[in-house]
C-alpha cells in the first residue's frame, strides 16, 4: 500500500515564526490533504490539493504529484496554531494518513 | 445543525456489552467513513460507504459492525470488545471526486 512520511516529527516556534512541514508519499495519488488535529482531537481539513498551490490566510500548501511530496508553509504562527499537522493521501474513497507532525508554539 | 455530529463524545464499556456509535452529517456528501485513532499509531481506516453501499473494509475484526441506513447517518455497532479496541473513533463525510473530508469531533471509547 501507500506510504506516508511527514518530517519533522516534531516542531517547537517561537510565536511569530514561520515554518514548513513536508509529506513525501510513495505512489502516484489523485487525493491529498492536509488536517490540524487541536489538542482537543477535532480534525480541521486545511486543504484538498492533490497537485498545485493554495493559499488560506497564513497557510500555504504546494503538492509537487510528479516528484511525490507536499509541503505545507504556516508563517507568522500562533499559539492557536499548536496541534498535530497530518497528511493523508490515496485515492476518492480511501485516504491513508501520515504520522503526523506535532507542533507546538510558545508565546 | 451544521457539519458533521458524532454521539456520543464519551463511552465507557465492559468487554460483554453492546453499543453504538452514531455520526450524521448535514453537508450533502454521499460518502461517509469510520477511523480509529490510537495513542502513537496514524489514523487507521475501519470502513467506507460511498452511495450507502460499503466499498472498503479495511479488515476489521467482527466485533465491529457497520450500518448505513441513508447517505446521512452512519453507525458503528460494537460488541464484545477487548481493552485494546479503546480509541478515538472518528467519522468522516466527503463529495466523492469533489473535494476534502470533513470529520466530526470523535468519540473517545474506553473498554474496560
Known amino acids: 500500500g501507500i506510504q506516508v512520511e511527514q518530517s519533522p516529527p516534531d516542531l517547537i516556534l517561537q510565536e511569530g515564526a514561520n515554518s514548513t512541514l513536508r509529506c513525501n508519499f510513495s505512489?502516484?495519488?489523485?487525493?491529498l490533504q492536509w488536517f490540524h488535529q487541536n489538542p482537543w482531537g477535532q480534525l480541521i481539513n486545511l486543504f484538498y490539493i492533490p497537485s498545485g498551490t493554495k493559499q488560506n490566510g497564513r497557510l500555504s500548501a504546494t503538492t509537487v504529484a510528479t516528484e511525490r511530496y507536499s509541503l505545507l508553509y504556516i508563517s507568522s504562527s500562533q499559539t492557536t496554531d499548536s496541534g498535530v499537522y497530518f497528511c493523508?493521501?490515496?485515492?476518492?474513497?480511501?485516504?491513508?494518513f501520515g504520522t503526523g507532525t506535532l507542533l507546538a508554539v510558545q508565546p | 445543525e451544521t457539519g458533521v455530529t458524532q454521539t456520543p463524545r464519551h463511552l465507557v464499556m465492559g468487554m460483554t456489552n453492546k453499543k453504538s456509535l452514531k455520526c450524521e452529517q448535514h453537508?450533502?456528501?454521499?460518502?461517509m467513513y469510520w477511523y480509529k485513532q490510537s495513542a502513537k499509531k496514524p489514523l487507521e481506516l475501519m470502513f467506507v460507504?460511498?452511495?450507502?453501499?460499503?466499498?472498503e473494509n479495511n479488515s476489521v475484526p467482527s466485533r465491529f459492525s457497520p450500518e448505513c441506513p441513508n447517505s446521512s447517518h452512519l453507525f458503528l455497532h460494537l460488541h464484545t470488545l477487548q481493552p485494546e479496541d479503546s480509541a478515538l473513533y472518528l467519522c468522516?463525510?466527503?463529495?466523492?471526486?469533489?473535494?476534502?473530508?470533513?470529520f466530526g469531533s470523535g468519540t473517545r471509547l474506553t473498554v474496560v
Open positions: 493523508a493521501v490515496g485515492d476518492t474513497n480511501k485516504l491513508i
Open positions: 505512489d502516484s495519488v489523485n487525493n
Open positions: 468522516a463525510s466527503s463529495q466523492t471526486g469533489a473535494g476534502g473530508y470533513t
Open positions: 460507504y460511498s452511495l450507502e453501499e460499503r466499498v
Open positions: 453537508l450533502g456528501h454521499n460518502a
